[in-house]
C-alpha cells in the first residue's frame, strides 16, 4: 500500500553521482558482472528510473541466491514517487493457520518465510531526478540458495525472447503446447549434446572392437555423473536386462541413490552379450571413469556373469541378491505359495543366526523339499540374501533391484527401439540430464522448504530437519515420532 508524506528530502544536498555507477537502460544492467560486484559497492549505483534499478537488483540477488520483492513506496500530496523498498522474499512471516478444523485436515505448508531484513531503498533526487540507493542492508536471516537453484524461484524464471518467438510461431502452426514445451526440450538437449565434449571435460568414454573393427561395446559417463558417484557410489546396483535399442544390445546401467533417496545413475554401457569377459571390461572401465573407488556393497539379479566378474574387480564389496529375484524363483523352482510367504519370511525377517538357521530347516522339512538343489544352493548362498547374515552391511536402503526397473520405465520414455546407435546415446542422456534436474529440484526442496513439525518436543524434531534432507526427513519423522510418544508415554506412567 502506498504511503503519502508532505515532504521527502534527499539524503546530500550533492550527492556527486559518478558516471562509472550510472544505469540508464537494460543495456547497461547486461554489461555489468555481477558476480564481481562486491555488496558494499552496490550502494555507489544510481538509476534513471525505478524501474531500472529494481531490474538492477533483482540481477544482483539470482547473483545471491535469492530474489527480490517490492515492498513499500511513498509518494508526495502531488502523486510523485520518491521512495521505494525492494525486500527479500523470504522478508516477514507466514501466518499461523490452523490446520485442523473439525474433521477436515488440511496439508501443512513449508514456511518459507523467516523475517529477513535484507533490503534496498531508493529514493529520488530532486534536482538531478535520478535514483540513488540511499539505504543497503545485504545481511540475511536465513541460508541463500546456490546459485545454480535460483532459477527455479518463481522471480528469476523467464524464457529467452527467440523461444518465445519460435513458440508462438509453433503454436500458429497448430502443435500443442506440450509438445512445442517437448521440441524446445529436444533443441536443448541437441546443442548442449553438441557442445558435450567441449564443455564437459570430465566426460569419460571408452569402447571396445573386435577383430574386424566392429564395435563390440561402449562404456560412458559424464562429469556430474563421477562426481555423483565419489559422493554416492558406496552402493551399485548392476542391471542388464534392458533392451532399447536398433541393434538389441543389452543396455546396462550402473545406479545408486543419492540424499533425497532418489534412484540416480553413474555410468551407462552397451555390451554385445552378458559373458564374463563382457561383464569384467565393464567393471574395468568403471574402475577407471571413478578413479579407483569400489563400492561397499553391490545389488544384482543373481546372474553368474556378474558374480564372477564382481568377485574378481570388486573382492572387497558385498554382493547382495535381489530379494524380488528370489521370491519369484522359490515360486517357480518350488512352486507352493506358503513356502514362499515363508521363504519371504526367513529372508526378510530380522533374526539372529540361530533362529534363521532353525526357521529356515523347520520350513525346508516341513514341506519336505530339503533334497531340491536350488534349495541347497539357496542355503549356501545365504550371506547373499539373508537379512540374519548381511546385518550390518550398508546397503542405502536397497532390498532389490525393482528401483533399477523403475529407472528403466523412465529411460522407456526417451528411447524406443527405432534409435541407431548414435540416437540412443544422444536420447539416453537426456534421460540423465532429466534425473538430474530432479536432483536440483529436490536440493531446491531442501534449501528453500522447511517441514511442518508433528512433535511437541519441537527443537528435537528441528535438530533432525536440519541434518537430514527434506525427503529423508519426511522417512525419519513417523519413526521419531512414534519413538517420543512411546517415551512420554513410560514418562507419564511412572509420574
Same mark, same amino acid.
Given at each position: 500500500?502506498?504511503?503519502?508524506?508532505?515532504?521527502?528530502?534527499?539524503?546530500?544536498?550533492?550527492?556527486?553521482?559518478?558516471?562509472?555507477?550510472?544505469?540508464?537502460?537494460?543495456?547497461?544492467?547486461? &554489461?555489468?558482472?555481477? $558476480?564481481?560486484?562486491?555488496?558494499?559497492? /552496490?550502494?555507489?549505483?544510481?538509476?534513471?528510473?525505478?524501474?531500472?534499478?529494481?531490474?538492477?537488483?533483482?540481477?544482483?540477488?539470482? !547473483?545471491?541466491?535469492?530474489?527480490?520483492?517490492?515492498?513499500? @513506496?511513498?509518494?508526495?500530496?502531488?502523486? /510523485?514517487?520518491?521512495?521505494?523498498?525492494?525486500?527479500?522474499?523470504?522478508?516477514?512471516?507466514?501466518?499461523?493457520?490452523?490446520?485442523?478444523?473439525?474433521?477436515?485436515?488440511?496439508?501443512?505448508?513449508?514456511?518459507?518465510?523467516?523475517?529477513?531484513?535484507?533490503?534496498?531503498?531508493?529514493?529520488?533526487?530532486?534536482?538531478?531526478?535520478? $535514483?540513488?540507493?540511499?539505504?543497503?542492508?545485504?545481511?540475511?536471516?536465513?541460508? %541463500?540458495?546456490?546459485?545454480?537453484? !535460483?532459477?527455479?524461484?518463481?522471480?528469476?524464471?523467464?524464457?529467452?525472447?527467440?523461444?518465445?518467438?519460435?513458440?508462438?510461431?509453433?503454436?500458429?502452426?497448430?502443435?500443442?503446447?506440450?509438445?512445442?514445451?517437448?521440441?524446445?526440450?529436444?533443441?536443448?538437449?541437441?546443442?548442449?549434446?553438441?557442445?558435450?565434449?567441449?564443455?564437459?571435460?570430465?566426460?569419460?568414454?571408452?569402447?571396445?572392437?573386435?577383430?574386424?573393427?566392429?564395435?563390440?561395446?561402449?562404456?560412458?559417463?559424464?562429469?556430474?555423473?563421477?562426481?555423483?558417484?565419489?559422493?554416492?557410489?558406496?552402493?551399485?546396483?548392476?542391471?542388464? @536386462? +534392458?533392451?532399447?535399442?536398433?541393434?538389441?544390445?543389452?543396455?546396462?546401467?550402473?545406479?545408486?541413490?543419492? +540424499?533425497?533417496?532418489?534412484?540416480?545413475?553413474?555410468?551407462?554401457?552397451?555390451?554385445?552379450?552378458?559373458?564374463?569377459?563382457? +561383464?569384467? $571390461?565393464?567393471?574395468?572401465?568403471?574402475?577407471?571413469? &571413478?578413479?579407483?573407488?569400489?563400492?561397499?556393497?553391490?545389488? !544384482?539379479?543373481?546372474?553368474?556373469?556378474?558374480?564372477?566378474?564382481?568377485?574378481?574387480?570388486?573382492?572387497?564389496?558385498?554382493?547382495?541378491?535381489?530379494?524380488?529375484?528370489?521370491?519369484?524363483?522359490?515360486?517357480?523352482?518350488?512352486?507352493?505359495?506358503?513356502?514362499?510367504?515363508?521363504?519371504?519370511?526367513?529372508?526378510?525377517?530380522?533374526?539372529?543366526?540361530?533362529?534363521?538357521?532353525?526357521?529356515?530347516?523347520? &520350513?525346508?522339512?516341513?514341506?519336505?523339499?530339503?533334497?531340491?538343489?536350488? /534349495?541347497?544352493?539357496?542355503?549356501?548362498?545365504?550371506?547373499? $540374501?539373508?537379512?540374519?547374515?548381511?546385518?550390518?552391511?550398508?546397503?542405502?536402503?536397497?532390498? !532389490?533391484?525393482?528401483?533399477?526397473?523403475? %529407472?528403466?520405465?523412465?529411460?522407456?520414455?526417451?528411447?524406443?527401439?527405432?534409435?541407431?546407435?548414435?540416437?540412443?546415446?544422444?536420447? #539416453?542422456?537426456?534421460? /540423465?540430464?532429466?534425473?538430474?534436474?530432479?536432483?536440483?529440484?529436490?536440493?531446491?526442496?531442501?534449501?528453500?522448504?522447511?517441514?511442518? &513439525?508433528?512433535? =511437541?518436543?519441537?527443537?528435537?524434531?528441528?535438530?533432525?530437519?536440519?541434518? =537430514?534432507? %527434506?525427503?529423508?526427513?519426511?522417512? #525419519?519423522?513417523?519413526? %521419531?515420532?512414534?519413538?517420543?510418544?512411546?517415551?512420554?508415554?513410560?514418562? =507419564?506412567?511412572?509420574?
Amino acid at each position: 500500500m502506498d504511503e503519502k508524506v508532505t515532504n521527502v528530502e534527499p539524503m546530500f544536498d550533492d550527492h556527486g553521482f559518478d558516471e562509472g555507477y550510472n544505469i540508464d537502460s537494460l543495456e547497461d544492467i547486461v &554489461m555489468i558482472e555481477f $558476480w564481481n560486484i562486491r555488496d558494499e559497492d /552496490v550502494c555507489h549505483f544510481h538509476f534513471s528510473d525505478a524501474d531500472i534499478a529494481f531490474e538492477f537488483y533483482n540481477r544482483y540477488t539470482r !547473483t545471491r541466491g535469492f530474489i527480490a520483492w517490492k515492498n513499500r @513506496t511513498r509518494k508526495s500530496h502531488a502523486g /510523485v514517487l520518491k521512495l521505494k523498498n525492494f525486500v527479500c522474499h523470504r522478508e516477514g512471516f507466514r501466518s499461523q493457520n490452523n490446520n485442523d478444523i473439525g474433521n477436515f485436515k488440511k496439508k501443512p505448508t513449508p514456511e518459507t518465510r523467516c523475517g529477513c531484513s535484507a533490503m534496498m531503498e531508493i529514493r529520488l533526487d530532486g534536482p538531478s531526478g535520478r $535514483w540513488f540507493i540511499s539505504y543497503f542492508f545485504y545481511e540475511h536471516s536465513h541460508p %541463500l540458495l546456490d546459485p545454480r537453484l !535460483t532459477g527455479l524461484l518463481r522471480g528469476h524464471r523467464f524464457m529467452s525472447e527467440a523461444d518465445i518467438g519460435h513458440m508462438i510461431n509453433m503454436k500458429k502452426g497448430g502443435i500443442s503446447v506440450g509438445q512445442i514445451y517437448q521440441a524446445l526440450a529436444n533443441q536443448a538437449a541437441l546443442k548442449y549434446l553438441q557442445d558435450r565434449a567441449i564443455n564437459d571435460l570430465s566426460l569419460y568414454f571408452n569402447h571396445h572392437v573386435d577383430a574386424d573393427g566392429t564395435l563390440r561395446n561402449l562404456f560412458w559417463c559424464d562429469g556430474l555423473s563421477r562426481a555423483d558417484y565419489s559422493l554416492f557410489g558406496d552402493v551399485l546396483a548392476f542391471d542388464a @536386462t +534392458y533392451k532399447r535399442n536398433k541393434y538389441m544390445c543389452p543396455l546396462v546401467v550402473f545406479s545408486g541413490v543419492n +540424499y533425497h533417496n532418489q534412484m540416480i545413475s553413474f555410468a551407462a554401457a552397451l555390451i554385445c552379450d552378458k559373458e564374463k569377459n563382457t +561383464y569384467r $571390461w565393464l567393471l574395468q572401465q568403471m574402475k577407471v571413469a &571413478m578413479n579407483g573407488k569400489a563400492p561397499v556393497s553391490v545389488i !544384482t539379479d543373481g546372474d553368474l556373469s556378474m558374480k564372477f566378474t564382481i568377485e574378481k574387480e570388486f573382492p572387497n564389496a558385498h554382493h547382495r541378491l535381489c530379494a524380488w529375484h528370489l521370491i519369484r524363483n522359490a515360486t517357480s523352482n518350488i512352486g507352493k505359495p506358503h513356502f514362499t510367504s515363508m521363504f519371504k519370511k526367513c529372508m526378510l525377517g530380522n533374526y539372529e543366526i540361530d533362529i534363521f538357521r532353525q526357521k529356515w530347516f523347520e &520350513m525346508v522339512e516341513g514341506f519336505g523339499v530339503e533334497n531340491k538343489s536350488w /534349495v541347497l544352493d539357496m542355503y549356501k548362498k545365504r550371506h547373499s $540374501w539373508a537379512t540374519a547374515h548381511i546385518r550390518g552391511k550398508f546397503f542405502a536402503g536397497f532390498r !532389490t533391484t525393482s528401483r533399477c526397473e523403475g %529407472l528403466n520405465s523412465i529411460i522407456a520414455k526417451y528411447v524406443n527401439s527405432r534409435y541407431n546407435l548414435v540416437e540412443f546415446i544422444q536420447h #539416453f542422456n537426456r534421460c /540423465v540430464d532429466h534425473i538430474q534436474w530432479k536432483e536440483v529440484q529436490a536440493d531446491h526442496a531442501s534449501v528453500n522448504g522447511r517441514p511442518s &513439525m508433528q512433535m =511437541c518436543f519441537q527443537q528435537l524434531e528441528r535438530s533432525a530437519a536440519n541434518v =537430514c534432507t %527434506l525427503s529423508i526427513f519426511y522417512m #525419519f519423522q513417523p519413526i %521419531l515420532v512414534r519413538a517420543a510418544s512411546m517415551k512420554f508415554a513410560s514418562w =507419564c506412567m511412572k509420574i
